[in-house]
């Protein structure tokens, strides 16, 4: 049974710093594409990061480059997430999830940690 299990969410004030993680198990961590994905409240959850197999390539959308990092330890089966300079908009559910390499729709979900930012 695949697992994906988020921690390191909470609450915290603006330009703060939290770092997520998600531990996998029942699977090859290493031959899974991860990525992390959130929702705010009343909007669609949307793409924020993802990271090869290998973490040669990683990939972010615009709205949290350069104050987000993804990374992963494939002999941990983990994949974090590094915010820093927090901001309000950034309140949202976080997801990581795991894809096959060549597949596009991400097979696999964890249930979601809390981030609350304040001002």
């Known amino acids: 049974q695949v697992r994906l299990v988020e921690s390191g969410g909470g609450l915290a004030q603006a330009g703060g710093s939290l770092r997520l993680s998600c531990a996998a198990s029942?699977?090859?961590?290493?031959?899974?594409?991860m990525g992390w994905f959130r929702q705010a409240p009343g909007k669609e959850r949307e793409f924020v990061a993802s990271i090869s197999r290998s973490a040669i390539t990683t990939y972010s959308t615009d709205s949290v480059k350069g104050r987000f990092t993804i990374s992963r330890d494939n002999a941990k089966n983990t994949v974090y997430l590094q915010i820093n300079d927090l901001e309000p908009e950034d309140t949202a559910v976080y997801y990581c999830a795991a894809r096959a390499a060549l597949n596009r729709d991400y097979a696999y979900w964890g249930q979601g940690t809390q981030v609350t930012v304040s001002s």
């Open positions: 029942g699977l090859t961590f290493s031959i899974y594409v």
